[in-house]
């Protein structure tokens, strides 16, 4: 089935650690992006990439880094670097290399931080 | 920078009852506006989308209208049923981009039967 693959579902991380997300897609979109989500919060842009080799950064790209190899796969490293990395992380794709379509969600990472 | 207000935070209807939810978007030069539900532990999905060149859209018991003067725009779902109770997002685009979206801080709503 086509789709957007997040994993791991649920990741518990110490203080100190890196962590990446990984996420994949077999919809042959151009673009994919990267959201943050908090509880009773709306989802915030982190990074973006809409070709592949090539991304841009979010509203809240700091502590955190993506990578675009290949077209299906924009992973997001959470780095010590982010304060309060505890949050529900979204990845999205969009049709366009434009953003000219509708934005897909994966079904979300959830990461603690302990 | 930019933002999406949206009301209210929290609606509570009995089903066959309507909701309606209110977004009101900085960004002037804004020109697509979907609405997402989100089922707890799962990703949002795309339910309505309109515009700026559209004052309304309406699918089977959902609706947006957009008033682009005073920069609203509302999701109205009439007949509501239990399988509506979600957290609904409305969002606004950061000029013509349509992936680049701020969204509002989202409404759980929950549908009494």
């Known amino acids: 089935d086509g789709g957007i693959t997040q994993s791991p579902k649920y990741l518990f991380r110490k203080e100190g650690q890196n962590v990446t997300l990984s996420c994949e897609q077999n919809?042959?979109?151009?673009?994919m992006y990267w959201y943050r989500q908090d509880p009773g919060q709306g989802l915030r842009l982190i990074y973006y990439?809409?070709?592949?080799?090539?991304?841009q950064k979010g509203d809240i790209a700091e502590g955190y880094s993506v990578s675009r190899e290949k077209k299906e796969s924009f992973p997001l490293t959470v780095t010590s670097a982010q304060k309060n990395p505890t949050a529900f992380y979204l990845c999205?794709?969009?049709?366009?290399?434009?953003?000219?379509?509708?934005?897909?969600f994966g079904e979300g990472s959830r990461l603690t931080v302990l | 920078g930019e933002n999406v207000e949206q009301h209210p935070s929290t609606l509570s209807v009995q089903e066959g009852d309507s909701a309606v939810i209110k977004c009101t978007y900085s960004?002037?030069?804004?020109?697509?506006f979907p609405w997402y539900k989100q089922e707890l532990g799962k990703g949002p999905q795309l339910i309505i989308d309109?515009?700026?060149?559209?004052g309304e859209k309406k699918d089977q018991r959902i609706a947006v209208t957009l008033n682009k003067t005073a920069k609203h725009f509302s999701l109205h779902i009439t007949e509501t049923q239990p399988e509506d109770s979600a957290v609904y997002f409305c969002?606004?685009?950061?000029?013509?981009?349509?992936?680049?979206?701020?969204f509002g801080k989202g409404t759980k709503l929950s549908v009494k039967p």
């Open positions: 960004d002037s030069a804004s020109n697509y």
């Open positions: 309109i515009r700026s060149n559209v």
């Open positions: 919809l042959n979109h151009d673009a």
């Open positions: 999205a794709t969009i049709a366009g290399g434009r953003g000219t379509g509708e934005l897909f």
């Open positions: 969002a606004a685009s950061l000029g013509g981009s349509q992936g680049n979206l701020i």
């Open positions: 990439s809409q070709i592949v080799n090539d991304f």
